[in-house]
Each structure stands twice: as C-alpha cells, then as structure tokens.
C-alpha cells in the first residue's frame, strides 16, 4: 500500500522524529494524516482499518456515475484516530463535475479547516451555531445543523462552499466544489459511517481524480 504521510493542516512535509512520532516544521509534533496514492477497495478497507471505531461518512447511496476519489485518516501508528476525510466526485446538470469532501475529526485537529481553505484557524468558527442552520444531513437515525463557513479572506473565494456543524461530539465539515454544488444539499442528505458496513463496500465504485487541497 503506497501512503502519502502529511500534516494535518496544512501541506508542508513531515518527517519522523527520533521517538517514533511525526513533526511538521510549521506545527510541530503531530498525529499524522495518512493519504492513500490512488483510491481503490483495497486502499479503502485499509484506511477503515487505521480509522478504526472513529466513523467514516460518505453520502449514501452514490448517485449514478459517482466515485470515491479520495479519503484521508489522521491517525497514530498504534492508537486511536481523530479525524476521517473522504471525498466523492461526479456530475451534476447544473455544475458539471461536483467534489463533496466530508470531513470528521476531534476539536482541534484541523483537517476540515485545510480542506476548506482556511489557514487562519484550526475549527470552523463563531458562525457555526449562529441562528438556525442553513441544511441539515442526516446521520443514522439523527439530524445534524450545518451552518456556513465564511471563506472570503482565503484565496478561491468561489470556487467552494464550506459548511460545518457538530455530530456525535465532533466537528462535521462539507466542502462542496464548486460553490453553485451547494444547491445539492436542497434535499436532505444521509451521510452514512461506512466503518461496519461490510460486503456492501464492494458496490462502492473507486477511482479518478480527487480535489487538490
């Protein structure tokens, strides 16, 4: 299996340190972010394994034509992870090609917040919980508030909507490309933990580029 082993927010290269851990020169010591080269079931089922009891939502069911791209767990070597990240790409009539990154992870991790662009911050925001909450997705038998995630002072304002909320005592981020792909969520949305899913993985269709972020 072939990992790309990052920081978790943001993109500079890490190296391993003398104790077995992993350090990243802007941000020192840190739980590693484990990113598959190419996405495929076998990479996936490996990745369910690092991710371990933390959850891994995808959108469910995958419309027609629609992929896993992309997928990330920010994990120990030996332990518990703190944050999953997964992406799925396809079409729609209005946008044309659409990524959906849904991100999950401890407060204080940052990995939704590099994935949304935002690299004044490790969470999402004062906007969050403001109000009530612009859609809701559905997770299991629960409904989760997300609300918008202002992106205005990072570079490519528009080209992405960011929206975040809490689920389950945690951060629960979506990053929709491009911005307009925000209209999808129009419907309620069931995003699935696909962690105890079992056979029903092999239907997932893998593969094709995944968003840069």
């Known amino acids: 299996m072939s990992l790309r082993v990052g920081c978790p927010r943001c993109p500079t290269p890490v190296g391993e340190t003398g104790t077995g851990g992993w350090a990243c020169p802007e941000h020192g010591e840190i739980v590693p972010l484990w990113q598959p080269v190419t996405s495929s079931y076998d990479e996936f089922a490996a990745h369910l394994g690092r991710a371990g009891s933390f959850p891994t939502f995808l959108p469910w069911p995958l419309g027609p034509g629609w992929t896993v791209?992309?997928?990330?767990?920010v994990a120990p070597k030996d332990g518990t992870a703190v944050a999953t990240m997964t992406c799925v790409s396809g079409t729609s009539v209005l946008d044309g090609p659409v990524d959906v990154i849904v991100v999950s992870e401890e407060v204080g991790t940052g990995l939704g917040a590099r994935v949304a662009g935002l690299t004044d911050r490790s969470d999402p925001g004062d906007e969050v919980g403001v109000g009530p909450?612009?859609?809701?997705?559905?997770?299991?038998?629960?409904?989760?508030?997300?609300?918008?995630v202002s992106v205005s002072t990072?570079?490519?304002?528009?080209?992405?909507?960011?929206?975040?909320?809490?689920?389950?005592?945690?951060?629960?981020?979506?990053?929709?490309?491009?911005?307009?792909?925000?209209?999808?969520?129009?419907?309620?949305?069931?995003?699935?933990?696909v962690s105890a899913t079992g056979p029903q993985l092999l239907a997932l269709p893998f593969g094709g580029p995944g968003p840069s972020w």
């Not at 791209?69 to 767990?73: E, P, Q, S, V, Y």
């Not at 909450?133 to 918008?148: D, I, Q």
């Open 69 to 73: 791209t992309d997928f990330a767990a």
């Open 133 to 148: 909450p612009s859609v809701k997705v559905r997770l299991e038998a629960h409904a989760a508030g997300l609300w918008p």
């Open 154 to 193: 990072s570079p490519g304002e528009w080209d992405r909507s960011v929206l975040a909320g809490e689920a389950q005592g945690r951060w629960l981020w979506l990053v929709l490309r491009p911005a307009s792909a925000i209209l999808l969520l129009r419907d309620e949305w069931i995003l699935r933990d």
